[in-house]
């Protein structure tokens, strides 16, 4: 289950900060796991660690929120917490992610799909709330993104070359 998290989480931060990149600069540079803590038997909260430079102004990432679901169950529910982006900054920012499993779903039944790795008929519906500079906030929110599409960064740079444009409206 733990690997199944980060890995969509991961993802998920991928998808978040790689659409980002725009002929002005902005850009994830990377994205990893600091720290993992189980929270019982369904649930579980992540650090992870995004590098991210942007030469423009600050803007900060409000919240992320995602359900997984697989062939149209829901799997489980994840949020994120905030990032503050400086402006004209090359800094590495700690991101609090937490999820749990779906009360129907069992411990057994995800381990099972984490031990097949196939995630073709997995899908991901998020809302993603972004705080631009004079207080202008946005929430964007993407359905049935696949998994395996957030899994090929060309993919992944796609959808948030959507939520930058139409901010850039």
């Known amino acids: 289950m733990k690997r199944l998290f980060l890995l969509i989480a991961t993802a ?5 900060a790689a659409g980002c990149s725009t002929d002005k600069g902005l850009k994830v540079t990377s994205c990893s796991v600091a720290s ?19 030469p423009m102004s600050n803007l900060t990432i409000s919240r ?9 169950r829901e799997l ?9 982006v400086a402006k004209r900054s090359n800094k590495v920012y700690p ?7 779906s009360k129907d779903v069992g411990l057994m039944d995800l381990l099972k799909l984490a031990g097949s790795q196939d995630f073709s008929g997995m899908t991901v ?14 929430t964007f929110k993407f359905k049935d993104i ?4 957030l899994m090929e960064p060309s993919m992944a740079a796609a ?11």
């Open 159 to 169: 959808y948030l070359d959507i939520v930058i444009n139409e901010t850039m409206i």
């Open 95 to 101: 991101l609090t992610c937490s999820g749990a499993i």
């Open 64 to 72: 992320i929120d995602g359900v997984i679901n697989n062939d149209g």
């Open 125 to 138: 519906d998020l809302s993603v709330k972004v705080r631009f500079m004079l207080g202008i906030c946005k």
């Open 12 to 16: 998920m931060v991928m998808l978040m």
């Open 146 to 149: 696949k998994i395996t599409d």
């Open 36 to 54: 993992v803590t189980p929270s019982g038997l369904k649930a579980l909260k992540a650090v992870l660690k995004v590098g991210i430079v942007n």
């Open 76 to 84: 489980a529910t994840f949020n994120t917490g905030k990032i503050k």
